[in-house]
C-alpha cells in the first residue's frame, strides 16, 4: 500500500529556547523537565492507497520525558473534523505505522497512544504569522525568523525530526494547549515551520 503526503507543517514545543531535543537530534535534554508539543500537518496534496487527503489538517500531540531518545512518549493525533471517514480512517493508518514510512520510524519511542479524535482545525497567516487552532482546545501564534534578505532563517540536518531535515525558526508569540490530557502553554516559547513530503 503506497502513500504520499506533502504541505506545510507548524510546530510549536513547551521549550523556552529553540528546542535542545531538535537541534541535537535527541542528544540533549529540554529546557523544562518534559517535552510537550504541538505538531500540526496541512495537506495541500496527499493520497493513501487510492483516498485523496488532499486539503485534510491533522495535529499530533506529544508528551515525552526531557530527553526524548528514551521513549516512552504519550501521543494522540486530532483530525480536522472536516475530513471523511475514508480519510481520517487513511490518515490514522499512516501515523500509526502500520503502513510504512517516517511514522513507522516513531513507533519503538511510543509509550501510550491516546487514540484519535476529531475536531475542526485552522490554519491561517497573516502579516508572516501563522495561527493554528483546534476547537477551543489549542491555540498558538507563531512567527518565522526573516533575515535581512527576505530569507527564512533555517536550521539544517536535522536527521531526528519527522517533518524535514531543513526546519525554518519559528518562535511562538502565544500558546495554550489543553487537549488529550496534555497540557503547555505561555508566550516566547520554541516553534518550527517548514515544507513536508513523506512517501512509503
Request: aromatic share 6%; charged share 15%.
Amino acid at each position: 500500500m503506497a502513500w504520499s503526503l506533502e504541505g506545510q507543517f507548524y510546530e510549536n514545543c513547551s521549550c523556552t529556547a529553540i528546542c535542545p531535543c531538535t537541534w541535537s537530534n535527541m542528544n540533549h535534554v529540554a529546557t523544562n523537565d518534559y517535552c510537550r508539543a504541538a505538531l500540526c500537518f496541512s495537506i495541500t496534496n496527499g493520497d493513501i492507497d487510492g483516498v485523496d487527503v488532499s486539503g485534510c489538517k491533522m495535529l499530533m500531540l506529544i508528551d515525552t520525558p526531557p530527553n526524548m531518545a528514551e521513549g516512552n512518549w504519550t501521543a494522540g493525533l486530532i483530525i480536522d473534523d472536516s475530513a471523511t471517514e475514508d480519510q481520517a480512517n487513511a490518515l490514522g493508518q499512516v501515523m500509526s505505522g502500520t503502513m510504512g514510512g517516517l511514522p513507522e520510524a516513531l513507533g519503538p519511542l511510543l509509550g501510550n497512544f491516546l487514540g484519535v479524535e476529531m475536531h475542526p482545525i485552522s490554519v491561517t497567516t497573516e502579516g508572516g504569522k501563522h495561527h493554528v487552532t483546534v476547537g477551543d482546545q489549542i491555540s498558538y501564534v507563531g512567527v518565522p525568523e526573516i533575515n535581512e534578505n527576505g530569507e527564512g532563517v533555517e536550521l539544517r540536518g536535522v536527521t531526528a525530526h519527522p517533518a524535514s531535515d531543513v526546519l525554518v525558526i519559528a518562535p511562538v508569540e502565544t500558546s495554550q494547549v489543553s487537549a488529550m490530557g496534555i497540557e503547555f502553554g505561555g508566550e516566547d516559547l520554541s516553534g518550527f515551520t517548514t515544507n513536508f513530503n513523506w512517501t512509503a
